[in-house]
């Protein structure tokens, strides 16, 4: 992947990894020594992506490469369920894109956030560099 190759060895690099799915979505993810600079890291990284898009197919160039800096801490965690079962997976997962990962991606702050599930919904956000952050504890919410 040009990509994967332009970015392998920015400095500060302590390893990288990636995934694809079969929708054409890739991430990759880049983990820096302890201590770099994350502005640094993260100016040095689009300059290589910089350099490597006129080697990506048109469509990746038209729909462009997003780098978000991020920490691995999970900030919070949310488990969506119907208790008496009146909600399949289906209608939860919507749920939850719509009132909860949106809402999920304003907040200032939110460096990513992920949903994943089928029956059970459950959403999770990592804090971004800028360090705002939600309030601590355990948020559970049910569809009605």
Same mark, same amino acid.
């Given at each position: ?35 770099? #600079? ?6 040095? +990284?689009?300059?290589? %992506?910089?350099?490597? *898009?006129? !080697? /990506? &197919? ?29 909600? #399949? ?6 749920? +939850?894109?719509?009132? %909860?990962?949106?809402? *999920?991606? !304003? /907040? &200032? ?36």
């Amino acid at each position: 992947m040009p990509l994967e190759e332009q970015i392998n060895g920015v400095e500060g690099m302590i390893y990288m990894s990636s995934i694809s799915d079969n929708e054409g979505q890739s991430s990759i993810t880049i983990t820096f020594e302890v201590g770099y #600079d994350v502005n640094t890291a993260q100016v040095d +990284v689009l300059n290589n %992506i910089q350099a490597a *898009l006129p !080697r /990506l &197919p048109d469509i990746v160039q038209r729909a462009g490469v997003v780098v978000v800096k991020q920490t691995p801490a999970i900030l919070l965690a949310v488990n969506l369920v119907s208790p008496d079962e009146t909600f #399949d997976g289906a209608f939860l997962n919507n749920y +939850v894109q719509i009132h %909860i990962v949106d809402p *999920l991606n !304003r /907040l &200032p702050g939110t460096g990513n956030r992920r949903s994943s599930g089928c029956g059970t919904s459950p959403a999770r956000a990592q804090p971004g560099h800028s360090r705002r952050f939600l309030p601590s504890g355990r948020a559970h919410h049910t569809a009605r």
